[in-house]
């Protein structure tokens, strides 16, 4: 997602000079929200439902796909890859970020992750046997393969090693509240218990093993512990790298090396907005940054802003839509607007008054206008925010 954005801004800038796109996989490039949503229940044809509608050969730029970079040496102005050195005049890093394997079951029969398309692809005739599955951790993307296994017929299991779904994004509050929408949707939830392991079994071709000592046969387990970019190709090529692996950019999203950027989820860019290094995993971050490389490739650091956006992310799971943009934390004040056993709510969270983040359940308005809000650090009036029915807009304080 990055890296096309990059080249299709750049055009749009009006940048003249040649354009090549590297990428590992064999597949054109596609986008990933659908991945975990419509083509893992088969509703949806994969490749015409991820394939960005970008013409490469309209735009002139060369797609070297199924080739993978290894390598920077940034003193001679080389990418290393499988295939041999590419020379460069300006590098953009968007290798992206790969998902967290569960140690120890790399490898084993059954255990899957979801990335890439070859991933969802593997898992659909999975889904469509309508067997027992089990996913490992109730994030996002647990959720979002939970509520798809489910609308196809298997009978799901989620486990957990926090005590709630979402433990490490959401507080408790918010939570537990998602925990209901596990057992409506049929799905049983295990929190509080981690894996240990997966081995082979002898009825199913999966056991999980959790650390009380109990076990879950299952057709098949799909990880979803997380993300960490994906950077370890650049290890010792000289890019300074923070300690989560991301590759460390400035808030034009140069990085320590001369004439090379990054942006999506390999990068980690300073927010003067939340006062701290902001890593997003999120679609929205993948569409945004390339903007400002390419404003500061054609235009030039006069006119290219800092970097610093609200940030927005979005989940479909268990029938619900999800919105939740900006960025909160323990010293900011959390506000209801909204019950949340009803089907739509949303959460503001606020310093000082000023919005910082909004959560929004079948909401979108809430986030629409909270985004706006976020960006010019508006100030509300908390009566007025806590009313559901009056519009976030008209709660800011005058
Ligand atoms: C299943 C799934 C569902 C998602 N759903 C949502 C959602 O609902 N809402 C949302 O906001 N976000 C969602 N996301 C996140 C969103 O898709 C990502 O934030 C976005 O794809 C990031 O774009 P990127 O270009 O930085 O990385 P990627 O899309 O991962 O692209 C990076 C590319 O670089 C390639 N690559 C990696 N290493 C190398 C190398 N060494 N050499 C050459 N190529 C390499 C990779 O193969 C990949 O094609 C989802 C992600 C997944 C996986």
Redo the contacts with the bound molecule.
């Keep these: 997602?990055?890296?096309?954005?990059t080249a299709v801004r750049l055009r749009e800038r009006g940048w003249s000079g040649a354009i090549t796109l590297?990428?590992?996989?064999p597949h054109r490039?596609y986008?990933?929200?659908?991945?975990?949503?419509a083509v893992l229940t088969g509703k949806a044809d994969a490749v015409s439902e991820t394939a960005f509608e970008v013409d490469f050969d309209a735009l002139d730029v060369e797609l070297l796909l199924g080739?993978?970079?290894?390598g920077l040496r940034a003193d001679d102005r080389e990418v290393d890859?499988d295939a041999g050195p590419l020379p460069y005049d300006h590098l953009v890093l968007?290798?992206?970020?790969?998902?967290i394997p569960l140690p120890g079951t790399e490898g084993t029969p059954g255990v899957h992750l979801?990335?890439?398309l070859d991933?969802?692809e593997r898992l659909r005739p999975v889904l469509a046997a309508r067997r027992h599955v089990v996913a490992v951790g109730a994030g996002?993307?647990g959720a979002?393969f939970a509520t798809a296994a489910r609308e196809a017929g298997c009978r799901v299991t989620v486990v957990e090693a926090a005590d709630r779904p979402l433990a490490g994004v959401l507080p408790p509050e918010v939570a537990d509240h998602m925990r209901r929408w596990y057992a409506e949707a049929g799905v049983e939830l295990v929190t509080g218990r981690a894996v240990t392991g997966v081995r082979v079994g002898d009825a199913h071709p999966c056991v999980v093993e959790l650390a009380d000592g109990s076990s879950l046969p299952a057709w098949a387990v799909v990880v979803g512990i997380g993300?960490r970019p994906?950077t370890?190709?650049l290890a010792g090529s000289g890019p300074a790298l923070g300690e989560d692996g991301s590759v460390l950019v400035d808030d034009r999203l140069r990085t320590s090396l001369p004439d090379v950027y990054a942006?999506?989820?390999?990068a980690s860019f300073p927010s003067a907005r939340y006062g701290r290094r902001l890593l997003?995993?999120?679609?929205?971050?993948?569409l945004q940054a390339p903007r400002t490389v390419a404003s500061l490739l054609v235009g030039g650091e006069a006119e290219t802003p800092a970097y610093d956006p609200v940030p927005?992310?979005?989940?479909?799971q268990f029938g619900r839509f999800v919105q939740y943009a900006g960025h909160h934390d323990d010293r900011d004040e959390m506000l209801w607007r909204g019950d949340p056993e009803a089907p739509s709510w949303s959460v503001c969270w606020l310093r000082d008054g000023v919005l910082n983040a909004v959560l929004a359940v079948g909401r979108p308005r809430d986030i629409a206008q909270g985004r706006k809000l976020i960006e010019r650090a508006a100030t509300l009036d908390p009566v007025r925010a806590a009313d559901p029915s009056v519009p976030l807009k008209s709660a800011v304080r005058s």
């Design positions: 997602m990055a890296g096309v954005q590297v990428g590992a996989e490039p986008d990933r929200p659908p991945l975990s949503k080739r993978s970079a290894t890859t968007a290798t992206g970020a790969e998902p979801l990335r890439t991933d969802a996002w993307i979002e993300a994906a370890g190709w942006v999506g989820d390999c997003v995993h999120h679609w929205d971050n993948a927005y992310f979005w989940s479909e």
